[in-house]
């Protein structure tokens, strides 16, 4: 029997389909990317902004006209949006055989056992239960790099922000659990690892009574095998300087920080529900450079919050043309129900929302274009990600760019690499947000 899997959102509900897939596998059960071969399908949905809820919506829909005519055996949905929604699901897509939870994903054989065998059924837990961990994981990103999913869920209370409602309190995986997870990563050829969490850095404060993720770099630092440990989604106001001490002076641990920081503007900060401040930003981001010279810099923002005024707007701007940040995305505020921020009554038009996007984006496109350009000349390492069709040349990433959201390295030579490998690359031109090089011995 062949299984579809459809996975969408994040890198962190990326993981959950790779334990749901390692679970299928094990049970004998193959993987099909083609609709017209499978048999079952699952999508692991998404319901962070409207934008995913959408995408996710359409997915189950075109999926369940497979279903109406026959063509596929079974229909399984997971992940936020089936958390958050299955009440709503179940009444008008009734094609959708069953509902697994966000803390359910573990009972994904007996959900789709139960469906062959005409026993419909939802799963759908406490959203407080332990994290699923210590679970066999199929990696679908090539291999050569992995997501190393440390804590589920999050205690912030952004007011803009439905994960908490999702995916519940902050729980952290056990420290040598994770442990064994990398160590069984980098046997099967991961040679980067990911952290991931909602939060990363307040890690271990559930379980040990401090944040510990310093002390879990340190351990996974240890490992034979593993070149690269990146760092993703670390609030700011919970950077210390032992974190930062860390990635300092761990040679494993990329100096490569994604902080996001949502706004500039005290008022919208406060009105988020976020922990900091203009100054206390400018403060750390300071420190962080100074500390580490060549550490690259990743935020992410919002726009078009309830009550933006243009000269919030215009703080933002200022911003983040004196801070020039390495990397930085731009959402434009969505509206979700069952969050405080739905119900302010100065919501921004979507139009003027976009305006402000793509003003943020061409000044941080500025930025980043320059930023490239100055980059020619250096000497970096970087990992190959793959060979481009008919030409002499390769993909790669150096430590400034995470998969998938960063640039890349376009690599001419006429060497046989394999993906994986680790090259010296001399920078020769730019080109947008990428850059061009040349090995070097």
């Given amino acids: 029997m062949k299984i579809l899997f459809v996975s969408l959102g994040c890198d962190k509900n990326l993981v959950d389909t790779e334990v749901m897939l390692g679970m299928l596998t094990g049970k004998g059960y193959s993987i099909t990317d083609d609709e017209n071969e499978a048999d079952v399908v699952v999508i692991n949905t998404c319901c962070f902004i409207g934008d995913a809820k959408e995408e996710s919506i359409n997915n189950i829909l075109e999926m369940a006209e497979l279903r109406k005519n026959g063509q596929i055996k079974a229909l399984i949905v997971t992940g936020c949006l089936a958390q958050r929604y299955k009440e709503e699901i179940q009444t008008e897509i009734p094609e959708v055989d069953a509902i697994i939870g966000t803390t359910a994903i573990d009972t994904i054989v007996d959900t789709l056992e139960g469906v062959l065998a005409g026993q419909s059924h939802n799963h759908i837990e406490d959203i407080n239960l332990p994290p699923v ?3 066999k994981r199929i990696v679908t990103t090539g291999g050569h790099y992995a997501y190393l999913k440390i804590a ?9 922000c439905i994960i908490p409602k999702v995916r519940g309190n902050y729980r952290s995986i056990p420290m040598e659990s994770l442990i064994a997870e990398a160590e069984q990563l980098v046997e099967f050829g991961a040679k980067e690892l990911i952290l991931v969490a909602q939060e990363t850095t307040l890690y271990g404060k559930d379980l040990y009574g401090e944040k510990s993720l310093p002390k879990l770099l340190h351990e996974l630092c240890r490992i034979d095998g593993l070149y690269w440990i990146r760092i993703l989604y670390c609030y700011p106001e919970e950077i210390t300087d032992e974190l930062i001490e860390t990635i ?25 529900g976020r922990r900091t401040n203009q100054q206390e930003l400018r403060d750390m981001i300071a420190k962080l450079r100074e500390r580490i010279p060549d550490i690259c810099l990743r935020t992410t923002l919002i726009t078009g919050f309830p009550g933006e005024t243009q000269e919030d707007h215009e703080e933002l701007m200022a911003f983040v043309d004196e801070m020039e940040f390495d990397r930085l995305g731009v959402f434009t505020y969505s509206a ?14 979507e139009e003027l929302k976009k305006d402000r996007q793509a003003e943020i984006m061409e000044l941080q496109q500025e930025i980043a274009f320059e930023k490239a350009q100055d980059a020619v000349g250096r000497t970096v390492l970087a990992m190959i990600e793959g060979k481009l069709p008919d030409e002499h040349a390769y993909a790669a990433r150096t430590y400034m760019d995470a998969p998938g959201v960063d640039g890349l390295v376009f690599v001419q030579t006429s060497a046989e690499l394999m993906t994986g490998d680790f090259v010296k690359v001399r920078i020769t031109g730019s080109y947008e947000y990428d850059l061009i090089g040349e090995i070097v011995d």
């Fill in 152 to 160: 589920e869920g999050c205690d912030k209370r952004c007011s803009y």
């Fill in 133 to 135: 961990y210590d679970k």
């Fill in 336 to 349: 979700e129900e069952d969050t405080p921020a739905a119900t302010f009554d100065d919501q921004i038009d």
């Fill in 248 to 272: 300092r002076t761990e040679e494993k641990v990329c100096h490569y920080l994604d902080i996001p920081i949502q706004h500039a503007s005290d008022n919208i900060l406060k009105r988020m």
